[in-house]
């Protein structure tokens, strides 16, 4: 090779590495932006757990909590929530939760009926599609969550009309507050990895402000209203227990360490209350009870829930046995007392375990997830200042729909004789075990 041959020669692999090391960020950010099978696959599947919290998951273990005569009633109102809010997420709720990043309140219409969304589009390292569904099923398990309040005496149609409304005007502007680029994630700073104030809060308080205002159940404090099926109950809170791992480690939006941890921290978490549930009732009862230790998983469940990226194990298992306490006391000792029939425990669990919850995120919280610059003092301000927000955004505006709706509908819940019969028969014309009499 003469000189010259040799200058070309050197100058075109010089070109070539410069090239290529000019390319290496390009390279990098593509690689970062781009598609992951692994994390889509495990969004996919965190998705259709999510989906088995309400179906059959919440169904069995409601239905199982009812007399006989309702329990048709309330495995079609769950998947009535499923059918409806379904549609509606698609239709704008999307949007309205994760639109307008820049709004402090609510999202706007730029993804009406996903319009500007594509294959292509994506989410992070997951197709938009997939993060449409996975916040989806958060959309329709939060209003099935309330029925538990109210069950054996609401109108169907009063339901509907409910919960379509209280999506709109409590949950999406939650979402959007919180995970949307709202007030409450992005001024306030308040932490809410999988939703104990966007899902378990807004449906325990609002579920509080229901069962208040339509009333309690005929013979309420005066008849026996045993459950119907314990077996289904523990089935249902078997199939929750599971799902959430979903709903939880999903919420890392990858298959990654911060899953790994979300899905340690829950079932931690959730052990822990099932054995101080138990052992709690076994002392102050005489005898521990499947009920009691199926509703301490679910508290246990609920209170981990906005915590489960940002503590370790040992903040699992002081916050799993703080559920156990505080929703034992406030199911067995305080609903007796003030005497509201809250059917199914929904505020007892949900609306005072996420605030738990949202409390314990700071009291536990390991330094490595505390935000730069934030103390423990300066995060529990936070998160105290949301759970107050929180509450009273779901309780003013859940009394405002039902006065709304009473207005222009009527009575709420059905006729006496009605809710006598059962909801089963009276409104769906069917029975759970044979054909009606």
Not at 31 to 50: F, K, N, P
Not at 225 to 249: E, K, R
Not at 353 to 372: D, S
Request: hydrophobic residues 55%.
């Amino acid at each position: 090779m003469n000189e010259k041959a040799h200058v070309r020669h050197y100058k075109k692999w010089t070109n070539l590495i410069a090239a290529l090391v000019l390319a290496l960020p390009n390279v990098a950010l593509a690689q970062e932006d781009a598609i992951d099978s692994g994390d889509t696959a495990w969004m996919l599947v965190s998705s259709l757990l999510v989906l088995l919290m309400t179906l059959p998951g919440l169904a069995l273990f409601y239905g199982g909590l009812v007399r006989v005569k309702n329990i048709l009633s309330v495995l079609m109102q769950c998947m009535a929530a499923a059918g409806l809010i379904g549609v509606l997420w698609v239709v704008a709720g999307y949007s309205l939760a994760f639109g307008g990043e820049e709004n402090m309140w609510i999202g706007d219409f730029s993804m009406l009926m996903l319009s500007s969304v594509t294959p292509d589009s994506a989410s992070g390292t997951i197709p938009t599609y997939v993060f449409v569904m996975f916040q989806g099923m958060f959309a329709i398990i939060t209003p099935a969550l309330m029925l538990g309040a109210f069950a054996e005496r609401i109108k169907f149609s009063a339901y509907l009309a409910f919960i379509t409304i209280w999506v709109f005007i409590v949950y999406i502007p939650l979402a959007h507050m919180v995970w949307g680029g709202g007030w409450i994630g992005s001024q306030l700073g308040a932490l809410d990895f999988a939703g104990g104030l966007v899902v378990h809060m807004s449906s325990g308080f609002s579920a509080l402000v229901a069962c208040l205002f339509i009333g309690p159940r005929l013979g309420f404090g005066r008849e026996q209203m045993h459950p119907n099926s314990l077996p289904y109950t523990m089935i249902g809170a078997s199939l929750l227990w599971v799902g959430w791992f979903g709903f939880n480690a999903g919420s890392a939006l990858a298959a990654d360490a911060w899953a790994g941890l979300a899905f340690l921290t829950t079932q931690t978490a959730t052990a822990t209350a099932v054995l101080g549930w138990t052992l709690i009732e076994w002392i102050h009862r005489g005898k521990p009870t499947q009920l009691g230790a199926a509703t301490g998983a679910v508290a246990g469940l609920v209170a981990i829930t906005p915590a489960c990226a940002f503590v370790g194990p040992g903040g699992a298992i002081a916050i799993g046995a703080g559920a156990s306490i505080i929703c034992y006391i406030a199911v067995t000792i305080v609903k007796p007392a003030l005497r509201y029939d809250d059917s199914l425990d929904v505020f007892g669990v949900h609306g005072v375990g996420g605030a738990w919850g949202a409390i314990a995120t700071a009291l536990f919280i390991a330094p490595w997830a505390l935000p730069e610059g934030v103390s423990v003092a300066d995060q529990l301000t936070k998160q105290l200042a949301s759970v107050g927000f929180t509450a009273v955004y779901a309780c003013s505006l859940t009394f405002v729909i039902l006065l709304v709706l009473k207005l222009v509908m009527g009575d709420l819940r059905v006729q006496p004789e009605d809710e006598s019969e059962g909801l089963d028969l009276a409104v769906h014309s069917e029975t759970a075990y044979g054909p009606p009499a």
